[in-house]
C-alpha cells in the first residue's frame, strides 16, 4: 500500500497512489502519510483508510489542520459520526469546561484540562489532568461506538498525557484456555454511573452493591463486524460496586476479572503514541483499549473528540 510521491506538477491530492500506511511495528497501530483530511478525500482512497484501520486498529496522521467540519468529515470515512454518550450527562450538569459549554456541535466533545477561565488545573470535573484508567470509550451504553477520533489543537509543551492502545484480538487469542472456557457465553454489566474521571453522573445514584449498578449487558468475548475476528471486551473498571459477570457471585466474578484484565493490559500488547500538535488519532472501539498517562497540570492540553456510530454487540 506504500505509494510513490505525488507526480510533478500534478494538483491532485489524496489519491490512492499518494497514500503510505506506516505500521508500528508493535501489537497495533499504523501512521498514515500523503492524506491531507482538510481536503476532499476520493473513494478509491477512502477504502484504502477503511483497510488499514482494519489491518492495523489504530491510525494517526501528522500536522492536520481542520476546522470542526473537517474533522467530522474525516471521521465520516470510516462510519458515522454520533454523539457522544456523555454528552447528554455533561449538558445535564452545566458542564463548562475553557470558559465554554459543551462544543455546540451535538457530535463534538471536548477533551481539556482547563478550568472554566481557561487555566490549566488537575481537576476540572471532567477528564482534566488525571490518569485515564485502560477502557473502551462508551462501553456503558447499548451500542458502543465502533470507534473513536481524537485531533490534537494544544499539546503540553513538556511531555505528559501520552495515549496507549491494545489489542484485544491478540489478547483473546493468547488467553490461557482455562480463562477462554471460563468466559465462554457470559456476559457482564458495564457500569454507566461514572463519567471517565470517575465521578459520579449528574442526575446518577452511587451504586452500593452490584444489582444498583446502571448499564447494558455486553458478552466478555465480541466478534468484529468487518474482521469477524474475537476479542476480549471489558470496558472499564471502576472501584467495586461496579461492572461484574452476570450469573457469578460477586467473590467469582470479581476474581475472574482480577485475571483477565491482568492478561489484557500485558505491555505485549500496547503501542503509545506521544501526541504533537495537529495530531489525529482513529481507533477502533470494538477491538482495542486504551489508556492515558497523567498530564502535567501547569501546561494547557485541549483536544476535540468524535465518536462513530457502531452496531449492536455480537457475541462471541
Known amino acids: ?54 489491518d492495523h486498529l489504530v491510525l494517526f496522521w501528522r500536522k492536520q489542520t481542520l476546522p470542526d467540519e473537517a474533522f467530522l468529515a474525516a471521521a465520516g470515512i470510516f462510519g458515522t459520526p454520533k454523539e457522544p454518550a456523555a454528552r447528554k450527562y455533561q449538558v445535564a450538569g452545566g458542564y463548562r469546561i475553557g470558559g465554554r459549554m459543551v462544543p455546540l456541535h451535538p457530535h463534538l466533545s471536548l477533551i481539556s484540562n482547563l478550568d472554566e477561565d481557561g487555566n490549566p ?44 492502545f491494545n489489542n484485544q484480538y491478540k489478547a483473546y487469542e493468547d488467553l490461557p484456555a482455562d480463562l477462554k472456557v471460563a468466559i465462554k457465553g457470559r456476559s457482564q454489566i458495564h457500569d454507566a454511573s461514572r463519567n471517565s474521571a470517575g465521578v459520579l453522573r449528574p442526575t446518577v445514584k452511587m451504586p452500593t452493591k452490584p444489582e444498583e449498578v446502571p448499564g447494558p449487558a455486553h458478552p466478555l468475548v465480541r466478534i468484529h463486524p468487518a474482521t469477524g475476528k474475537p476479542a476480549l471486551y471489558l470496558g472499564r473498571r471502576r472501584d467495586w460496586p461496579s461492572n461484574y459477570i452476570i450469573g457469578m457471585s460477586n467473590a467469582d466474578s470479581e476474581a475472574l476479572l482480577d485475571r483477565l484484565w491482568a492478561h489484557a493490559t500485558q505491555e505485549k500488547y500496547a503501542w503509545k503514541h506521544v501526541w504533537q500538535v495537529g495530531d489525529v488519532i482513529l481507533w477502533d472501539n470494538r477491538c482495542a483499549m486504551h489508556y492515558r498517562s497523567e498530564v502535567d497540570s501547569s501546561q494547557p492540553r485541549v483536544m476535540h473528540r468524535t465518536v462513530i456510530n457502531g452496531e449492536a454487540v455480537i457475541p462471541g
Open 1 to 54: 500500500m506504500k505509494s510513490a510521491q505525488r507526480t510533478a506538477g500534478s494538483n491532485a491530492v489524496n489519491q490512492p497512489e499518494q497514500l503510505q500506511v506506516i505500521p508500528s511495528g508493535a501489537a497495533l497501530g499504523a501512521e498514515i502519510r500523503g492524506v491531507d483530511l482538510s481536503q476532499p478525500v476520493p473513494d478509491a482512497t477512502r477504502e484504502l483508510l477503511r483497510k488499514a484501520w482494519s
Open 121 to 164: 488545573v488537575k481537576d476540572n470535573g471532567g477528564l482534566g489532568s488525571y490518569e485515564v484508567v485502560w477502557h473502551s470509550d462508551n462501553s456503558y451504553v447499548a451500542v458502543p461506538p465502533a470507534g473513536s477520533m481524537l485531533y490534537s489543537i494544544v499539546i503540553p509543551t513538556n511531555g505528559g498525557g501520552d495515549t496507549w
